[in-house]
């Protein structure tokens, strides 16, 4: 079925530093979702993308829809405390009422 | 508008019990999603109401079983609870399919003892 590829695993980043992940699917998606979670909370949605080569920013966020629509990137530039969390990518599923969700970027600042 | 909200945020339970976790939609949004997420772990899908109906559920024991009234809000079930139950519930709503956008509650926080 479908999967999403969600890497890296996890992060540690110091503050200012711009931060790359990235989310892969072995099928082609016509939507990708970003969400961030705090500890405890639920998903908050970053961006969404709906066609490919697309890029779009929020503040210091930019996400962007592969071309080939098999994946999607997510930069943050500048990192800062509050950019702690997990970061999560998902698309929908073929039968559209259902989204898939990769297993999630955590972010940790360097101590 | 208001976000979704979920009722209630806490819940203790000992294991045998069955809980009602309760979801109230974005005004408007007529599908609703619901997630079990334990530590660490990323989100797993339990099922999705849309106008009462369910028209999709996760891989899930009988046991967890959901609802969805005329005013869209949605209530999921847990029966028997298993301490491997213990974890966040979240409930998410979206305007029409489920592969929408989605907007989440804060969750509720089971554990069972």
């Known amino acids: 079925g479908q999967q999403l590829n969600q890497s890296p695993q996890s992060m540690f980043i110091q503050e200012g530093e711009d931060v790359s992940m990235n989310c892969t699917s072995s099928?082609?998606?016509?939507?990708w979702l970003w969400y961030k979670q705090d500890p405890g909370e639920g998903p908050v949605l970053l961006i969404a993308l709906y066609k490919a080569g697309e890029l779009t920013s929020n503040g210091r966020l930019t996400a962007q829809f592969g071309i080939t629509r098999k994946d999607s990137f997510l930069n943050i530039s500048a990192s800062i405390p509050s950019d702690v969390g997990i970061y999560f990518c998902?698309?929908?599923?073929?039968?559209?009422?259902?989204?898939?969700w990769g297993a999630g970027t955590k972010l940790i600042i360097k101590p | 508008k208001a976000g979704v909200t979920q009722t209630p945020r806490y819940l203790i339970k000992t294991r045998g019990q069955q809980v009602t976790l309760s979801c109230s939609p974005i005004?408007?949004?007529?599908?609703v999603s619901w997630y079990q997420q334990t530590p660490g772990q990323g989100l797993q899908f339990l099922f999705e109401y849309f106008s009462e109906t369910q028209r999709n559920k996760g891989n899930f024991p009988g046991r967890f079983s959901g609802r969805q009234f005329s005013n869209s809000r949605s209530e999921m079930n847990v029966s028997t609870l298993e301490l491997g139950d213990s974890a966040l519930y979240l409930c998410a709503s979206s305007v029409g399919q489920g592969a929408d956008e989605q907007y989440f509650g804060p969750g509720t926080r089971l554990t069972v003892t």
């Open positions: 005004s408007g949004h007529r599908s």
């Open positions: 099928s082609i998606f016509n939507t």
């Open positions: 998902a698309g929908p599923l073929d039968s559209n009422y259902q989204l898939i």
